[in-house]
């Protein structure tokens, strides 16, 4: 009988351990977070004076030529409408998402904001923002979408990329860590070039656009809907990335909206504390037998 129980608490025991986490591996959830300014009131756009967008908001409102903050925008999808991630920065900021889970996957589009919030946010980009495709490469700044992005655990993340209306066939990405913390709007321009290596502007260039406190990560020139970019992102770290059309005629040219496709592609790790809770039942299960047969 003492070893009927104890087989039924090892079951019960292992099986709850197993429930667990099945819970935690499969739970998908995650945030999407828009910047409200210069939001569309249409929910397409093909080209460059189309509802007033061209491709970049400052990171808390104003628009151009003003001083960031000088027009303080409500994001959406944050708590009370600040910043995400207590965003103190100067750079341009159009999006932001939280991962809460490994195995979930996140959009980070025009449309997700509109159906989540009731707002067409400013998602686009032109086809050669990030990099063109002129005899002297170059990307410009006032084009490149800039989204940041944290997971509550360590994950690997891919990241793929689609025109809406089909002019950007390929997209690039810079991938840093950290946000910017530079706070002197004055001393901020999303207008001039980068990624152009002619003139010393690296792809593996830390701290683009003026900004203070990015690390350069990783980078892809060849991103879309089947291509992506994968890295490790480690559990409450904050990422900055960086994007736009790759191979494009010309920065301010092909100008779309994209969908970014954010999907975590490694299961949630068992911690060891459940492996080792697991094996010391599994312990007493064979301990009981081998005093059984002894007896």
């Known amino acids: 009988m003492k070893q009927t129980n104890l087989a039924k608490a090892v079951a019960m025991a292992i099986t709850g351990t197993v429930l667990s986490v099945g819970i935690a591996s499969t739970a998908s959830a995650s945030t999407t977070m828009y910047n409200t300014y210069n939001q569309f009131t249409a929910p397409t756009v093909t080209d460059a004076g189309a509802n007033g ?3 970049w908001t400052w990171s808390d409102g104003g628009g151009n030529g003003t001083t960031p903050g000088a027009a303080p925008t409500t994001w959406v999808g944050t708590t009370d409408g600040t910043r995400p991630f207590g965003y103190k920065g100067a750079a341009h900021l159009n999006w932001a998402v939280e991962l809460h889970s490994a195995g ?3 959009e980070v589009s025009q449309a997700n904001a509109h159906a989540n919030y009731g707002v067409y946010a400013d998602i686009d980009t032109a086809g050669g923002a990030w990099r063109d495709a002129s005899g002297t490469p170059q990307g410009w700044r006032h084009n490149t979408d800039i989204g940041l992005f ?3 655990v360590t994950t690997d993340v891919t990241l793929k990329l689609s025109a809406i209306n089909g002019p950007i066939a390929n997209f690039g990405i810079t991938l840093f860590t950290g946000a910017d913390t530079n706070t002197d709007g004055n001393s901020y321009s999303h207008h ?9 502007f690296a792809f593996t260039k830390s701290d683009p656009f003026s900004t203070t406190g990015l690390t350069y990560l990783t980078y892809s020139a060849n991103v879309n809907g089947i291509n992506g970019l994968t890295f490790t992102a480690l559990a409450n770290q904050i990422y900055s990335i960086y994007l736009g059309g790759s191979g494009g005629v010309n920065w301010n040219q092909q100008h779309d909206g994209y969908v970014l496709n954010i ?5 949630v790790p068992v911690p060891a504390a459940a492996w080792l ?12 037998r081998r005093k059984k047969l002894a007896s």
């Open 277 to 288: 809770f697991g094996s010391g039942l599994l312990g007493l299960l064979s301990y009981g």
């Open 192 to 200: 001039g070039v980068w990624n152009k290596p002619s003139a010393g």
């Open 150 to 152: 944290k997971a509550d």
């Open 104 to 106: 979930s996957s996140v």
């Open 53 to 55: 967008t061209d491709g």
């Open 263 to 267: 999907s975590s592609v490694s299961a």
